[in-house]
């Protein structure tokens, strides 16, 4: 798996490649979301670069394929090195953020997106009341 610096725009984002194919499909709604929600300002990086990032994402996980051909979308050694490299607590905080926004994109959160968003609200000791907190009531 490719390395970027911790805390880096290309961190968050192949964090949140992880959740645009936790359920195995990416719908274009996802994609929209960063249009609509001037994300990829947010982040500081182009559509281009991120484009790149979830290329590589699949890349990555592709090369992990299990002999027989199957791909674990959600595996947790590969959750655990992703989020570890985000330790920010305000940078985690928006990843939070932006992840629920994907999860919900497409008007369904599906199972593993919810498994995913728990387990990466949990490991970062974030709840949704500091979602609101931090986004909805400024």
């Known amino acids: 798996m490719k390395n970027y610096a911790p805390n880096s725009p290309q961190a968050i984002a192949r964090i949140l ?3 645009m194919m936790g359920d195995g ?3 274009p709604r996802e994609l ?3 249009e609509r929600l001037s994300l990829f300002s947010l982040l500081n990086l182009e ?3 991120f484009l790149t990032i979830f290329h590589d994402y699949c890349n990555d996980i592709s090369d992990e394929a299990e ?3 199957r791909i674990h979308l959600i595996d947790r050694a590969r959750a655990d090195l992703l989020l570890d490299e985000v330790s920010d607590p305000q940078k985690r905080l928006l990843t939070c953020a932006i992840a629920l926004d994907l999860c919900k994109a497409d008007d369904t959160i599906s199972e ?3 498994a995913l968003l728990q387990y ?3 490991k970062w000791h974030i ?3 500091t979602l609101e907190e931090e986004f909805i009531r400024q």
């Open 47 to 49: 559509r281009k670069q």
């Open 17 to 19: 490649c992880m959740f």
């Open 32 to 34: 929209d979301s960063f």
């Open 67 to 69: 002999p027989d051909g």
């Open 120 to 122: 990466m609200m949990a």
């Open 127 to 129: 709840t949704l009341d």
């Open 25 to 27: 499909v990416m719908d």
């Open 112 to 114: 593993p997106e919810m």
